[in-house]
């Protein structure tokens, strides 16, 4: 029987004068290098969700956020030859209170940009960047 692997992550919808700030996947996830995601991540062992979030978005880009309220919830099956993978997403909506935008270094993302908050052409987005930016535009709609 595969392994069976569970990961609990949470998000931020950071956005700005029509914009939203997405991080791209760096080269240690190489199925999905290049890639832009919102930022955040998994939750460490007895971490709230609303801890994870603040965490992460501050490890990812170097802003300090406040959380607000929860834009949606998502969950993902994905089957591999090695693992059964269930991913359950937690998409917050939240402000930015302080820090200076910045690249993290060594991480599982290597760049966060500002783009504008419309259809993305030239940019390779995962699943649940679009899942996020439609909730964004829902929410400011």
Excluded at 10 to 22: E, F, I, K, P
Excluded at 83 to 107: N, P
Excluded at 108 to 120: A, E, K, V
């Amino acid at each position: 029987m595969k392994a069976q692997r569970l990961r609990i992550a949470a998000y931020a919808l950071l956005h700005d004068n029509g914009r939203v700030l997405l991080c791209r996947l760096s080269k240690e996830l190489p199925e999905w290098e290049g890639c832009w995601t919102l930022p955040g991540g998994g939750l460490e062992f007895g971490e709230s969700p609303e801890e994870a979030v603040v965490r992460e978005v501050e490890e990812e880009t170097g802003l300090k956020i406040r959380v607000k309220s929860v834009a949606g919830i998502d969950s993902i099956v994905v089957n591999r030859d090695y693992e059964d993978f269930q991913g359950i997403r937690i998409i917050y909506h939240a402000d930015i209170i302080g820090g200076d935008l910045r690249h993290e270094l060594s991480g599982s993302t290597d760049r966060c940009d500002w783009h504008p908050l419309q259809p993305f052409p030239d940019l390779k987005l995962v699943e649940l960047t679009e899942i996020g930016v439609r909730l964004l535009r829902e929410s400011l709609a």
